[in-house]
Nanobody
Framework: VQLQASGGGLVQTGGSLRLSCAGA????????VAWFRQAPGREREFVGA????????RYAESKKGRFMISINNAENTMYLQMTSLKPEDTAVYYC????????????????????WGQGTLVTVSS
């Protein structure tokens, strides 16, 4: 599957933003899909994921409450809705996918994902 992330931009602290990840190829329901982010000088960080054929979003503990992942199967697009944004949310956000079903505890491991979008930059100004 080919992934195309979009929707990044500049937003003020406290604002909201919705990122999109469009998939070309097989439908998202046959993949485990995820969002990661990477800030300058830092490692790639897990945001959340939806395991294939499960439909239930799972989030990194620190992301619960302000981030919401959803999938529009008709459009084969995954979304990341972000609210109450903070300057520390500034990062390049990536979507990823794998045809496998990782165990829940391994969803945050970037190595389990086979396909990655190009990333979209989110900048939160203070």
């Amino acid at each position: 599957v080919q992934l195309q992330a979009s929707g990044g931009g500049l937003v003020q602290t406290g604002g909201s933003l919705r990122l999109s990840c469009a998939g070309a190829g097989r439908t998202f329901s046959t993949y485990t899909v995820a969002w990661f982010r990477q800030a300058p000088g830092r490692e790639r960080e897990f945001v959340g994921a939806i395991r294939r054929r499960e439909g239930v979003p799972r989030y990194a503990e620190s992301k619960k409450g302000r981030f919401m992942i959803s999938i529009n199967n008709a459009e084969n697009t995954m979304y990341l809705q972000m609210t109450s944004l903070k300057p520390e949310d500034t990062a390049v956000y990536y979507c990823a996918a794998t045809p496998s079903t990782p165990i829940v505890s391994n969803l945050g491991n970037p190595r389990v994902y086979d396909y990655w979008g190009q990333g979209t930059l989110v900048t939160v100004s203070s």
